[in-house]
Nanobody
């Protein structure tokens, strides 16, 4: 079994910061891409930021310059540092990882953590 457990969501005022963490555990052989998606009410889930096993990053245009994704491969953990938060960043944030248990990579998702930014 593999689990992704997220933490760090909450309520913050506009202009504030939050840091999300997501730890993968279980029978893991290797992890390729890790990242964060978000889904606001009435909208589709969208990519926020991702990071490869070699450390290359990719960001949604709406968060560039404000959010930073990083990972600690030794701990199978990915982080999302969110600064200068805006009300439009309000959403459920989901952790994602491409994980191999020895025979190819499978998508895994966390349970989601709510981020609410008040104006």
């Amino acid at each position: 079994q593999v689990q992704l457990v997220e933490s760090g969501g909450g309520l913050v005022q506009a202009g504030g910061s939050l840091r999300l963490s997501c730890a993968a555990s279980g029978s893991i052989f290797s992890i390729n891409n890790m990242g964060w998606y978000r889904q606001a009410p009435g909208k589709q889930r969208e990519l926020v930021a991702s990071i490869t096993g070699l450390g290359s990053t990719n960001y949604a245009d709406s968060v560039k310059g404000r959010f930073t994704v990083s990972r600690d491969s030794a701990k199978n953990t990915v982080y999302l540092q969110m600064n200068s938060l805006k009300p439009e960043d309000t959403a459920v944030y989901y952790c994602h990882a491409d994980i191999s248990r020895g025979l190819g990579y499978i998508d895994y998702w966390g349970q989601g953590t709510q981020v609410t930014v008040s104006s």
